[in-house]
């Protein structure tokens, strides 16, 4: 079938603010305090076999619905070329599925005897996860990865992101009720700060047409100093956290070009990956890689939404002519800058600040999302007043009341708490015990995690009703497609052998062939389109015929 699912006109979304297809990608860091030699790979397989206890997920032939690879192109550039794939890290390809045994899976706990269920046929162990909210859930290198569902505005980005820290905490109650396996821990963080930084990705659909040359150009200036806003903060400086002291990003120090394909090594602020899940000719993906995972919802929610506003700004021409001096360099002055004192030298002579960055890119934001109509509070998308609004009260509070900002601002509030242990013991910055409770804020259980605990006692600022979070663990997103996707997997998962983002591939009972579903628009697919029909089916093969008009 061809792209299109649903039938009818794709829908658009209202242009020059704040909404777009978007979602994100969460790396959760992994330990296991008794069992120091365990391979992380290995212990990140148990996450994922974990969740696959909890939902009871099955899939046709009695396994979970699998990744479906066949779209996967993770070596085009979109400055117009593709690497070669023998001089490609490991680590870019990841249109290869993991592959891990279970008798290694036993062996790096110290179990030979351990017998782990779940695996497939060939006895490899589950590594991936297609979830009935939309998402995936699977293994990255050396970690438990949950990708949210595609989403169409910053409000739905932070609230099924945040709904993988319940599906992550999930996995690790799971494991804890296994008194033959050593607990296994997971963060909501971007470093082991021993010089290994894992990621946080942002991705924004944006049309084609638009030069990559001015998306570059638009774009450095505004990530060189959003994390004033949406860092998460970290004890340390320095890859390998080899300088004392405290910084207001996870990953500025691991960043070491302009522009670039890789994202685990030689890291670039752009990055060039041309991969867009999606109609081609149309489409194009923004891979972020820049932005740190976040537990803030204040933080989080301007990461996604401020940053769709500027891809409008380019989209339309209208972003702030700026050109930083030595971007990488200055991406980790002004992380290094805790006071925001300092100023970034830009190529014309200026001298500015990373707030007075940040005002340039609002006030230009604004003028379009008011001429556009999408900024007007009745009348506008309903999203982007919100945005512009929150923008400004940061920028302001940043400026003017750093207490005010610490329930909102991550690595303020991060530092605040530091702050007071330091006062109280008279810690040194490079004394460890800064760095176990700067670890221990990331903590994803509630009644271990710092962050929890002041959001428990209402020192960090909701967003979103919890019970709305609670919901986006097991139901998709209503307005992409990812509706279908999640739909097809909760209703009729017993069928499905495989999905990705423009695809969910059936397995019908009594047919010798796979039914591949393409899904390659992202609008379509959606509740209003196809809630009726998924309500008036119970089994895959009258669901799908009636789906592909035969």
Partial sequence: MTAGVGGGTTPELPVGGAMRVMGAETE??????SAPGANATMMSARVVQAYAHVTRQRAAGGAEARWDYTDEEPLHDARGW??????????????????????????AYGRPDLELDGQDESGSMLMNMVLGNGARLYVDHAHP??????VTNPRDALTWDAAGDLVALACVRRLAEDPELPPINLYKNNTDNKSVSYGSHENYLMPRSVPFSNIVAGLTPFFVTRQIMCGAGRVGRGQDNSTPGYQISQRADFFEAEVGLETTIRRPIINTRDEPHATAEKYRRLHVIIGDANLSETANYL?????????????????PVLEVHEPVATLQAVSHDTELSGTLRLI??????ALDIQWMYHRAASELAWETGVADPLHGDGHTHA???????TLTALESSRDTASSSVEWLAKLSLLEGYRQRDGLAWDDARLGLVDLQWSDIRPEKGLYHRMLARDRMRRIVDPAAISRAVLEPPVDTRAFFRGRSISRFG???????????IFDVPGHSR???????????????LLGDLFARHTETEPFLAELLGK
């Fill in 303 to 319: 990461k996604f939404g401020t940053t769709a506003m500027v891809l409008s700004l380019i989209e339309a021409g209208r972003a």
């Fill in 145 to 150: 990865e949950y990708s949210s569902p595609e």
């Fill in 348 to 353: 014309d002579g200026r001298r500015v600040s």
């Fill in 82 to 107: 593709s690497q070669n794939r023998d001089s490609a890290h490991p680590s870019q390809l990841t249109d290869q599925p993991p592959v891990l045994d279970a008798e290694a899976v036993a062996l």
């Fill in 494 to 504: 017993k069928d499905v052998v495989g999905a990705s983002w423009d695809s969910v």
């Fill in 28 to 33: 959760y860091g992994i330990h296991a305090p």
């Fill in 514 to 528: 796979l039914q591949r579903v393409p899904t390659r628009e992202p609008l379509r697919g959606t509740e209003a």
């Fill in 387 to 393: 945005v512009l609004e929150q923008w400004a009260a």
